[in-house]
């Protein structure tokens, strides 16, 4: 079973809309961390975020936010007022007991 | 501060051949990792250090080995090529498993025919 489920495969949305990708976890860990992660299409991995399983604050920074809930396992990703520059794959992971389980990616494009 | 640096970034075996990948870390990070990426698969683990002298599998070790016998250095190696490990290799390493992000080199290109 997966433990990173990113059901969205491609995403397309017009330039300045509001987009959420959803990202759904599996772990019956109490303490694991969760991230986010962009890959533009030069390919390498840029770090975006990370939550820890006691944190379920949601965080906002600049045009990206994030919603943690632990009732539904979800760590969903809001970008606002997309911009084309945003057009990447993004990758949900999980973090248990020292390994590293990733989502299949969302690829987004942002048409101008 | 190079950050996570790989070597080669592109290289083409043929089925049977040996290669190795370099991947270095001028961060004094504990962990290391080894990851591939697929089509419509994600990333994979593939091998991990927790520290030098120590190795452990993940996801997909078979057909790979791996070592760490410099804190900075680690070595992803295959014995007998086979065009299923034909895939982009990343490696990436964290100050301390878990709760810390990891920070990934650009990636080698690897195609078996």
């Known amino acids: 079973a997966q433990k990173v489920t990113q059901a969205q495969t491609e995403i397309s949305v017009v330039e300045k809309e509001d987009v959420t990708l959803d990202c759904v976890y599996e772990?019956?860990?109490?303490?694991?961390?969760l991230f986010w992660y962009k890959q533009p299409p030069s390919g390498e991995l840029v770090f975006l975020i990370r939550r820890n399983s006691f944190d379920e604050q949601n965080e906002i920074s600049g045009r990206y936010s994030w919603n943690f809930q632990k009732s539904t396992s979800s760590f969903n990703f809001t970008i606002t007022a997309s911009q084309v520059v945003d057009s990447a794959v993004y990758f949900c992971?999980?973090?248990?007991?020292?390994?590293?389980?990733f989502g299949t990616g969302t690829s987004l494009t942002v048409i101008p | 501060n190079a950050g996570v640096t790989q070597t080669p970034k592109f290289r083409v075996l043929k089925t049977g051949q040996s290669m190795t990948l370099l991947c270095a870390q001028d961060m004094n990070h504990e962990y290391m990792y080894w990851y591939r990426q697929d089509p419509g698969m994600g990333l994979r683990l593939i091998h991990y250090?927790?520290?030098?002298?120590?190795?452990a599998k993940g996801e997909v070790p078979d057909g790979y080995n791996v070592s760490r016998l410099k804190k900075q250095n680690f070595l992803l190696g295959l014995e007998s090529a086979a065009p299923s490990q034909t895939s982009v290799y990343f490696c990436?390493?964290?100050?301390?498993?878990?709760?810390?992000?990891?920070?990934f080199g650009p990636g080698t290109r690897l195609t078996v025919t």
């Open positions: 250090s927790v520290g030098e002298g120590t190795t």
């Open positions: 772990t019956r860990d109490t303490t694991y961390y």
């Open positions: 992971a999980l973090s248990e007991w020292g390994q590293f389980y």
């Open positions: 990436a390493s964290s100050y301390n498993k878990g709760g810390h992000e990891q920070y």
